[in-house]
């Protein structure tokens, strides 16, 4: 009679830790799965963030970049012209438009500037 107490005990005990573990596991694992989607998510908005705080200066810098680009070849195509004409008129209009362009790049620089 004993033995058979002793049996009923031990089986319940077993399926009661059995339960319990069962239900720790999936507690574990929801948190898990919380902190994951948490993680995810605040990176996921740091980075559309930090996205959104540099458009801006790209759009500047590629501005800059451009008008700097064209602005030097104006520029150099304007000497040419200067120096093949011998410091004739010819290249004096891609010399002046290439200085704005060049204005307006070191500008565009100048505003994309953090403040």
């Not at 069962?22 to 740091?46: F, P, Q």
């Not at 996205?51 to 810098?61: N, P």
Request: glycine content about 6%; overall charge positive; aromatic content about 14%.
């Amino acid at each position: 009679m004993m033995s058979l107490l002793m049996e009923y005990a031990h089986k319940y005990a077993q399926e009661f830790l059995q339960g319990t573990a069962d239900h720790i596991v999936v507690k574990i694992r929801t948190e898990v799965n919380y902190a994951a989607s948490t993680i995810k998510s605040s990176i996921e908005e740091g980075i559309k963030a930090g996205f959104d705080s540099v458009r801006k200066a790209v759009f500047y810098l590629m501005v800059a970049t451009a008008s700097t680009i064209v602005a030097l070849v104006f520029m150099t195509w304007g000497l040419a012209q200067i120096f093949a004409e011998y410091f004739r008129s010819a290249g004096t209009g891609f010399l002046v438009f290439g200085l704005i362009l060049l204005i307006i790049g070191m500008l565009s620089f100048a505003m994309s500037k953090p403040k």
